[in-house]
């Protein structure tokens, strides 16, 4: 690049080029902090420095394989647009682990102090406390006593309060349900029940994030044993949102190789996910049938009555009253997850409190708009179902039935393409709701309808007069 009679203009170019690039690269972590949140941050954005940047290529490098596999999978398109955006040059992400990384030239100084930076706020000040204290915080709100059960989720709440007696308790149980429907909850009071009643069993609970950045933590500070001992030693290991770890090899092989050792010693494990082990990818075939081996129990969608009894015990606990009609008119709108109940609960309540005003239907509408629009919108499988049902004169209940004649298989794929093309459901969602099949099967019912369409005008038509029905 520069010839050798010129090296200290070389270098004093070869410097300004690399504070630049790390200005810019400090830029685009303070947008990644913003976006992602503090805890991703801390654990995945923070080690990342920029190495270099030539021929259309940004090198970053990262202090171990796991954070690289975790940044490539999680954040490299975001900075890559990110920098296009901001710095207007399309440019390719390569990731590389300082650690390992031959003395090159010019990565000699960024080898080193790629680890400082994180390495001390992140494990100087919290190393003691950490080991003492694996466990993430529960919030003093979610017990069994504020949890409300209905069909939808009586079994969930019976196994897990199995597990809190400490008694005939499935293992692994394994929660399994959509966003919002009360999996944490449910693990929190089960934790909290423990500490309160049985004070002599250990607990940890852990989002699946704080796990892995444990575990990452622990890589890097060379504790990986005591690491792996502390869990060892616990006699109800919970892990939140399991499904995080689909697809990251060393956790999934730290999470096993502890997730044995607990089950042999007779220790209890609970985890949550949005899928069950069968419907999770990126997950190993061992890893997925021990998750299964327990009881996989399912927390369903709510019914109008458990968000009706769910909102008055919000109102009881707040101390607070709203009118009863206002109430049915919310556990009758908003049905798509608890915690978005809650916030409208929330926020009629706040606004009572501004205006000094009684909340009535008219008023919750007009203060709810964008969520009631929101929850008006979405298309169920079942409102699908029926239409389907009613429109090729099948019953109903041959959308979930094994039979696979013509007559009734055709209207079912129709109805299978449509929930894939109106709702926001995954495929084996919508396989469950088709008689517990597997998603494979929706995949070639969807595509099914997708060739038949390009050829069947009849169809087609079909296919658009049901979209309008069903859409409103
Ligand atoms: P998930 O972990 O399944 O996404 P959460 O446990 O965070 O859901 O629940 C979301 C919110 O809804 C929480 O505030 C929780 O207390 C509340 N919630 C969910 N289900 C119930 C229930 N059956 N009774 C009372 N509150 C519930
Ligand atoms: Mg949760």
């Not at 003395?103 to 102090?113: D, I, L, N, V």
């Not at 706020?121 to 017990?143: C, F, I, K, M, W």
């Not at 494979?440 to 296919?463: F, M, N, W, Y």
């Amino acid at each position: 690049m520069f010839d050798n009679g010129n090296t200290a203009a070389a270098a004093a170019a070869e410097s300004s080029a690399a504070s630049t690039l790390k200005l810019r690269f400090e830029q685009v972590k303070s947008l990644l902090q913003k976006e992602f949140g503090e805890t991703a941050y801390r654990s995945w954005i923070m080690p990342i420095e920029a190495a270099g940047l030539s021929n259309g290529a940004l090198e970053l490098s990262v202090p171990t394989r796991f954070i690289r596999d975790w940044v490539k999978s999680h954040y490299a398109d975001r900075i890559r647009s990110i920098w296009r955006q901001h710095f207007g040059a399309a440019i390719r992400v390569d990731i590389v682990v300082a650690a390992k990384k031959p003395a090159a030239p010019e990565g000699k100084e960024t080898a080193q102090h790629t680890v400082a930076p994180y390495e001390r706020p992140a494990v100087a000040n919290e190393n003691a406390a950490a080991v003492e204290n694996l466990s993430s915080p529960l919030d003093a709100r979610y017990t069994f006593q504020n949890y409300i059960t209905g069909p939808s989720n009586e079994l969930a709440c019976a196994a897990a309060k199995r597990v809190a007696d400490g008694e005939g308790a499935p293992n692994p149980l394994f929660l399994q349900g959509g966003v919002g429907l009360g999996k944490t909850h449910l693990m929190h009071a089960t934790a909290q029940a423990i500490r309160a009643r049985q004070p002599h069993r250990k607990v940890i609970y852990l989002s699946a994030e704080k796990f892995m950045y444990q575990f990452v933590r622990a890589l890097r500070t060379k504790e990986t044993m005591s690491f792996k001992e502390h869990f060892r030693n616990v006699d109800v290991l919970m892990i939140d949102d399991v499904q995080f770890i689909c697809g990251k090899e060393s956790t999934q092989e730290e999470f096993f190789h502890t997730f044995n050792a607990l089950i042999d010693q007779g220790k209890q494990i609970v985890v949550s996910a949005d899928q069950s082990p069968a419907e999770m990818d990126g997950i190993g075939e061992r890893l997925r049938s021990r998750l299964g081996m327990g009881l996989v129990a399912t927390i369903n969608p709510t019914t109008y009555e458990l968000r009706l009894a769910i909102l008055q015990s919000k109102c009881q606990l707040l101390n607070r009253i709203l009118p009863q009609d206002v109430l049915e008119f919310l556990a009758a709108k908003i049905s798509a997850s608890v915690r978005e109940l809650e916030g409208a609960l929330n926020r009629l309540l706040a606004h009572a409190d501004l205006a000094g005003r009684v909340i009535t239907v008219e008023s919750a509408t007009d203060l709810l708009q964008d969520l009631l629009r929101a929850n008006d919108r979405r298309v169920t499988v079942e409102d699908i179902q029926r239409k389907v049902a009613e429109h090729y004169n099948i019953r109903l209940s041959d959308m979930h039935s094994p039979r696979r004649a013509r007559p009734v298989a055709r209207p079912r794929q129709v109805a299978m393409y449509l929930s894939k093309q109106l709702t926001e459901h995954s495929l084996p969602e919508i396989g469950r709701k088709f008689g517990g099949r597997d998603h494979t099967t929706i995949i070639h019912g969807v595509r099914k309808i997708e060739e038949l369409c390009a050829s069947d005008r009849a169809l087609k038509d079909d296919i658009e007069t049901l979209k309008r029905a069903i859409s409103g």
